[in-house]
């Protein structure tokens, strides 16, 4: 089923530090939009994966997400599959519901390597950003053309919630409006 299930999806937040953030286009967008997967995520009890490169250069994962101290995965390869922590983190069947910097190069090969793997993979466009717009769209086209769904936090959330009749549904309108 195409529709993103959220019994079997899990969030993956790549790289959204510090460092990086202010040379992201559009970065508020991306900052906002990854927010409010994060809390979401959150509210319906999906798990959620954060990674950080290289985070003595760039910095810890921003404020503005709320991810606590340790709870982020520190790694040093541009494709997070590469680190052994952070392959067996993300071991499992589930789809991976995928945000983060940048487009082209972190996210794009850890996007591969899941979908060379066979996993399911959405990229939210709208949460995913680089430093220029050519290479965010290139990066999406690439991962669009090798199987991965390409989504918008608010396709995300509608699909996590299934329906108005959901409980957490009231709960989640103020991260929609």
């Known amino acids: 089923m195409p529709l993103i299930d959220p019994a079997r999806s899990a969030l993956l ?27 979401a995520a959150q509210m319906l009890g999906l798990p959620r994966h954060v990674t950080e490169q290289n985070p003595a250069r760039l910095g810890a994962t921003i404020p503005e997400l709320e991810i606590a101290p340790g709870e982020a995965l520190p790694k040093m390869t541009f494709d997070s ?15 991976l519901v995928v945000c983060g910097c940048e487009a082209h190069v972190c996210v794009l090969q850890t996007v591969l390597a899941l979908r060379a793997a066979g996993r399911t993979v959405h990229v939210v466009a709208d949460a995913t950003g680089s430093r220029t717009e050519a290479n965010r769209t290139a990066g999406l086209d690439r991962m669009r053309a090798h199987g991965a769904d390409i989504v918008t936090t608010e396709m995300v959330l509608f699909e996590w919630l299934g329906s108005a009749a959901n409980p957490a549904f009231k709960a989640l309108m103020p991260l929609i409006k």
Do not use: S
């Not at 510090?18 to 997967?37: E, H, K, V, W």
């Not at 590469?82 to 789809?95: F, K």
């Open 81 to 95: 599959l590469r680190d052994p922590a952070i392959a067996t983190r993300l071991g499992g069947d589930v789809a």
């Open 13 to 39: 937040v790549i790289d959204v530090q510090a460092r990086l953030m202010p040379a992201i286009d559009q970065a508020a967008i991306r900052i906002g939009n990854t927010a409010r997967l994060i809390k």
